[in-house]
């Protein structure tokens, strides 16, 4: 791994910090975990004007729209974006379906899809989980059926996130039900103004909007399958593992961990010393700090090995469990250190940091998205160390 950044990738951070400074000022940041209407629409008005840079999709080759960089220009975007709390948009599109549509999409796919993304002017929600399906998605039901030049979808998708804002989704369907589990699956995009995609409402305890999505005969052009058919299982996990590098996630808990340290510095809530000048506070924080800098290190290596065109696998489940169990770690401290208060969500006059201490802590035990702990677990012994099923 180099560790080292180019003069042009750091003069790229320096007018991105720039940029982030004049336009995302701290009123329009969002608090962790907490994501409303209003900073959903800021946030994809930032896109908007990164994609006038060239910014959005720095990484993405220059015909599909993107600034003709490379991952790691990509990364140096997700960790500022993330320190700076840009509310998040338009991530499932330029993290995931982006790189699918590249490494299997046809070039007519490519040419149709890449540069709205890149545009910043389309949203795409994620397809995977169902009603009967979580962790094993290899069990998915949602059936295609092949009827001509159309495929015929019928059955549902559950904890849709981003759906009611999104134009397409991203999704896994079952084409041969003879098949092994994993061998059946096809990798489609679904227009959701497509006729028979019905949304119902699943609120999220912090306020977010999911659905059940479900499929009433959705005809579906052959031009919607990305890839091969029957082979969309294995296209999704060699995508996943852009996702799982976690670098925009990563420096949006590294915020909240310096803020934090910057409140033990300053605080003193019995009246004497400051927080950070207690012996144990100071302990726990100095160990906090080198499981933040563990979890960046391993996160560049993921961007690092995608710019030297390897694919990242175990590694990248290597970074996204680390990041995981570290933020709770981080999380757990924080509430420790701050006692009831670190309970007062955002609003509250008397919630430190604003509240996103709580949001932190109630994010952390969020440890599903993008496969459990148990999985990546799984993904490092077999795949990482070559150790038996």
């Not at 840009?86 to 330029?94: A, N």
């Not at 207690?278 to 906090?288: G, S, T």
């Not at 710019?307 to 924080?334: D, H, Q, T």
């Amino acid at each position: 791994m180099d560790f080292n950044f180019t003069p042009q990738q750091n003069t790229f951070r320096e007018e991105l910090r720039e940029f982030l400074t004049a336009e995302v000022p701290l009123e329009k940041q969002e608090v962790f975990g907490l994501l409303t209407e209003e900073q959903y629409q800021f946030g994809r008005e930032i896109n908007l004007k990164l994609a006038e840079r060239k910014w959005l999709a720095i990484g993405w080759p220059e015909e599909h729209g993107g600034g003709g960089k490379g991952p790691v220009e990509q990364g140096i975007l997700a960790e500022d974006m993330g320190y700076w709390r840009v509310p998040k948009s338009g991530s499932i599109g330029l993290g995931i379906v982006g790189p699918a549509i590249m490494v299997f999409g046809t070039q007519d796919q490519k040419d149709r899809y890449l540069p709205a993304i890149a545009k910043g002017e389309v949203e795409y929600c994620q397809g995977f989980s169902e009603p009967n399906v979580g962790s094993d998605l290899g069990s998915l039901e949602l059936r295609a059926e092949r009827d001509g030049d159309e495929y015929v979808l019928n059955g549902s998708k559950m904890f849709t996130s981003y759906a009611y804002h999104a134009d397409y989704m991203y999704l896994l369907a079952r084409t041969d039900p003879q098949a092994q589990k994993h061998r059946g699956i096809s990798m489609f995009i679904a227009d959701l103004k497509t006729l028979g995609i019905g949304l119902t409402p699943l609120p999220y305890i912090n306020g977010e909007m999911a659905a059940q999505t479900t499929f009433d005969n959705v005809r579906l052009p052959l031009s919607c399958l990305i890839g091969e058919e029957n082979r969309g299982w294995y296209h999704a996990m060699t995508t996943l593992d852009y996702e799982r590098s976690g670098l925009w996630r990563y420096a949006n808990v590294r915020r909240g961990f310096d803020d934090f340290v910057e409140f033990c510095n300053d605080s003193s809530p019995d009246g004497g010393q400051p927080l950070a000048e207690h012996p144990l506070v100071r302990h726990q924080l100095a160990q906090r700090r080198l499981g933040m800098e563990t979890w960046k290190l391993l996160c560049w290596n993921v961007a690092w090995m995608q710019s030297s065109g390897a694919l990242p696998n175990s590694e990248a489940s290597v970074a996204f469990l680390y990041g995981s169990e570290e933020r709770l770690r981080f999380a757990e401290m924080a509430m420790e250190v701050l006692g009831p208060y670190a309970t007062l969500r955002s609003g509250s006059p008397l919630a430190p940091l604003l509240g996103n201490i709580e949001g932190i802590h109630r994010e952390a035990m969020h440890l599903h998205g993008a496969g459990t702990t148990e999985i990546h677990r799984n993904i490092i012994a077999q795949r990482g160390l070559g150790m038996p099923r």
